[in-house]
């Protein structure tokens, strides 16, 4: 049955879950579905999150090694005759 609900779409998955008994095998299943979409979301999410905070992470790095590299060529003494 959960591989027939992962073919629903989100009406007629709702649909199903209202028109379903409370406490019944079919109620449970699609509350399971709604949870298992939910949690594919977040999951989603989160790995997002953590490729974009790696990118500005790596971002900074790069910007501090340039800054540090251009300080330290502005610092080289230039010999003038």
Known sequence: ????????????????YGNAMENSIQ???TEGEFERRKLFWIKFAAIVTVISVVIMGLTAIGSFIL????FTNA???????
């Open 27 to 29: 109620r449970n299943a």
């Open 1 to 16: 049955m959960n591989k027939d609900l992962k073919k629903l779409s989100s009406d007629e998955l709702s649909n199903m």
């Open 75 to 81: 610092q080289t003494p230039t010999v003038s005759k």
């Open 67 to 70: 800054d540090l590299l251009s």
